[in-house]
């Protein structure tokens, strides 16, 4: 299906076909969304996300024997571009943290809105990245300590 370029394609991944479903309705109703599939977790999910090719996979935590990261990974190797949205999130450090290694760009936890969720797509469709505030002074601390163990780039000037 082709979508405008002024209007942002989002495939929606959500095993819960109520959340799902609901999903599906309130971005619609944006005039710059336009949900190009919505499908439950399945092996072929990789290949219908491949296929759609959309600018945001909005992504239900997965409680599969496939993680979401190993998830995350296929896609961003099948489908490049495309930015990825974790929604129904906890709030540990260590898997938001591996989520932004892997490349998602947008991470909401389980209590956030249906305005949270369009906002982040939003957000992510237009290059920004977006992450609870609780969890933003993780990443300040991890890029902080990685950034202690990089080597230093001031070139010695030598004379």
């Known amino acids: ?16 076909r109520l959340l799902r479903e609901a999903l599906a309705k309130i971005l619609e109703k944006r005039s710059d969304l336009k949900v190009v599939a919505a499908s ?3 092996p072929r999910a990789i290949v219908d996300v491949a296929t759609a090719r959309p600018d945001v996979l909005l992504l239900d935590s997965l409680t599969s024997e496939l993680s979401y990261f190993d998830f995350v990974r296929q896609v961003r190797e099948c489908s490049h571009g495309t930015k990825i949205v974790l929604i129904g999130m906890d709030g540990d450090e260590a898997p938001f943290l591996q989520a932004v290694r892997e490349g998602v760009t947008g991470y909401l936890l389980k209590d956030a809105s249906a305005l949270d969720v369009v906002s982040a797509v939003r957000n992510v469709a237009h290059g920004g990245a977006v992450c609870p505030i609780k969890l933003c002074t993780s990443l300040f601390e991890y890029v902080a300590r990685q950034g202690s163990q990089l080597p230093s780039l001031h070139a010695k000037l030598s004379l």
């Open 1 to 16: 299906m082709s979508v405008p370029p002024s209007i942002c394609s989002v495939f929606l991944l959500a095993q819960n």
């Open 40 to 42: 439950e977790f399945s």
